[in-house]
Nanobody
Framework: QVQLVESGGGLVQPGGSLRLSCAAS????????MGWYRQAPGKERELVAT????????NYADSVKGRFTIPVDKAKNTVYLQMNSLKPEDTAVYYC???????????WGKGTLVTVSS
């Protein structure tokens, strides 16, 4: 059974940085892609960033381009979300996601709360 465990959320001031971690229960090479999504209060869940595990190709939401990156540590089976220059509008619950195209597997973590406030 696939488990994705997020960590690293918390309270940070505007302009600050935070790094989220998503640890997979098995090898991340069993996935085609992994990514981060977020859901702010009263809003729908939206894509933040994704990465293709084998090609390394990344995709970012326009709202986070130039501020967020999605590095991967393949030895630790962990995907990160490095968030810099945080804004109040980045406040949300952040969810880790992993997909397997051939089986249609779509896996989610339980989420970690990020609050950007002074």
């Amino acid at each position: 059974q696939v488990q994705l465990v997020e960590s690293g959320g918390g309270l940070v001031q505007p302009g600050g940085s935070l790094r989220l971690s998503c640890a997979a229960s098995g090898s991340i090479f069993s996935f085609n892609a992994m990514g981060w999504y977020r859901q702010a209060p009263g809003k729908e869940r939206e894509l933040v960033a994704t990465i293709s595990i084998y090609s390394g190709i990344t995709n970012y939401a326009d709202s986070v381009k130039g501020r967020f990156t999605i590095p991967v540590d393949k030895a630790k089976n962990t995907v990160y979300l490095q968030m810099n220059s945080l804004k109040p509008e980045d406040t949300a619950v952040y969810y880790c996601n992993a997909v397997r195209y051939h089986s249609g597997g779509d896996y989610w973590g339980k989420g970690t709360l990020v609050t950007v406030s002074s």
